[in-house]
């Protein structure tokens, strides 16, 4: 009877210890667990979740702006894609110093210049009609460019600066792609002559000169101008062209009543010299909507291609810069 009281003493005792060792075990791992909730689940003083707010913050590291001359050279809707392309390097941190320009990409670069923000230069764009590009190509090459009836109410009410040099950045109109009196650059001074003047390109809204016998001043076009920038900046220089279409365009000389000779020899010459100036650059884009150069329902769809080609030319520039 002793022996079975002992036995059972011995039991009771050892069932206490293990219910007791439990117990303890419990709210350790409890206080534990509760240690790393607090620890972990800290809050900011706006509600955000961080993971150690004891925990000393990695400085992200620096990285320097991308800086860069663009050179740009175009005729017909496509030339839209220019605000596209300026939007997109702006979002990727690539700072523009100087934009050399020819054709009808100088007018959205000059509302890039003047107006506040890349939103308001779009929403210039979309504005724009027919009219507008009609009015400033019509001009005669034989008749005085300084004609401000030329210039459209909707770009003379938007741009209210009277200086090229005015402009955010470092600007030079080079409108060597319209008649023979020679590669000319403008960097300061009106902007409107230079204006009509690189804008009134052969084929779309101008007619070719009424003389075609006198061609000399085909082999000074230059629908591009890569040299200039690379007088002006030692920065790496991309050029991106939007002639494809009017280079289709004009195979058909549907607008222009000039013979099909006179016509070749233009198209020849002005895609030598595209070829020729994009050879010179570091790095080359190229805009194409396989549509007629005067359709302006296709005004988005030029925008989303120079948005689409700028993600592609930051890419390489970043690589070129880190080389």
């Not at 350790?28 to 150690?52: L, R």
């Not at 779009?122 to 001009?139: C, G």
């Not at 004609?147 to 741009?159: A, P």
């Not at 890569?226 to 002006?232: D, L, S």
């Amino acid at each position: 009877m002793n022996t079975y009281r002992k036995i059972s003493i011995s039991l009771l005792f050892l069932v206490t210890f293990l219910i007791s060792g439990c117990s303890m075990f419990r709210r350790s791992s409890s206080a534990s667990v509760q240690d790393d909730k607090s620890s972990n689940s800290a809050q900011s003083s706006d509600g955000s979740p961080f993971a150690n707010p004891n925990a000393v913050e990695t400085p992200k590291p620096f990285k320097e702006k991308r800086k860069i001359s663009l050179v740009l050279g175009g005729a017909g809707v496509s030339s839209f894609a220019t605000v596209g392309l300026l939007k997109r390097l702006h979002e990727e941190g690539i700072e523009i110093e100087t934009i050399v320009t020819s054709g009808w990409p100088t007018l959205f670069v000059l509302a890039a210049g003047f107006l506040k923000s890349i939103h308001d230069v779009e929403w210039f764009a979309m504005r724009l009609q027919e009219k507008d590009f009609s009015s400033v190509s019509s001009s005669d090459p034989s008749v005085d460019y300084s004609g401000r009836e030329r210039i459209s109410s909707l770009i003379e009410s938007n741009f209210k600066e009277k200086e090229i040099n005015e402009t955010k950045f470092a600007l030079i109109i080079a409108p060597g792609n319209t008649h023979s009196d020679g590669n000319d650059t403008f960097d300061h001074g009106d902007w409107k002559t230079p204006l009509l003047k690189t804008m009134a390109v052969p084929g779309l809204f101008r007619p070719y000169p009424p003389n075609t016998k006198d061609q000399d001043w085909i082999q000074s076009i230059q629908g591009m101008n890569v040299e200039e920038a690379k007088r002006r900046s030692g920065r790496i220089i991309v050029a991106v062209e939007m002639y494809d279409d009017y280079f289709s365009f004009l195979k058909t000389g549907k607008k222009d009543s000039s013979n099909g000779v006179f016509r070749q020899l233009y198209l020849g010459s002005l895609k030598k010299s595209v070829n020729q100036q994009l050879k010179e650059a570091n790095l080359e884009g190229h805009i194409q909507l396989m549509t007629s150069p005067t359709n302006f329902a296709e005004k988005r769809l030029a925008i989303f291609a120079g948005y689409k080609e700028g993600a592609r030319l930051a890419k390489a520039i970043r690589s070129l810069s880190n080389n």
